[in-house]
Nanobody, 123 residues
Framework: QVQLAESGGGSVNSGGSLRLSCTGS????????MGWFRQAPGKEREGIAA???????TYADSVKGRFTISRDATKNTVYLQLDNLKPEDTAMYYC?????????????????WGQGTQVTVSS
């Protein structure tokens, strides 16, 4: 059974940074595409970053240049470094796992999800 657990959320001022972590269990980590998503109140879940099994990252335009996704296979963990945060980045952030054949950060291709971690950015 695939299980994902996010951590690292919090409250920061505009321009600040956070690093989110997602640790997984119950699967062969390196065979999955891992992604980060966010959902603000009243909005749909948005795919913002993904990293494929070969280590290639991809980003949504809304976060490109500010967020960085990485993975550590030895720790079964994927990270999301959030820099230059803006109030519009405020949301619940989730990690997801999907088949290695899914090479996109669109949420429709992911079938395992964590519980989420809240990020709040104040101006």
């Amino acid at each position: 059974q695939v299980q994902l657990a996010e951590s690292g959320g919090g409250s920061v001022n505009s321009g600040g940074s956070l690093r989110l972590s997602c640790t997984g269990s119950g699967y062969t980590y390196s065979a999955f595409t891992m992604g980060w998503f966010r959902q603000a109140p009243g909005k749909e879940r948005e795919g913002i970053a993904a990293i494929f099994s070969d280590g290639t990252p991809t980003y949504a335009d809304s976060v490109k240049g500010r967020f960085t996704i990485s993975r550590d296979a030895t720790k079964n963990t994927v990270y999301l470094q959030l820099d230059n945060l803006k109030p519009e980045d405020t949301a619940m952030y989730y990690c997801g796992a999907g088949p290695s054949t899914w090479r996109s950060c669109l949420s429709s291709g992911f079938n395992h999800w964590g519980q989420g971690t809240q990020v709040t950015v104040s101006s």
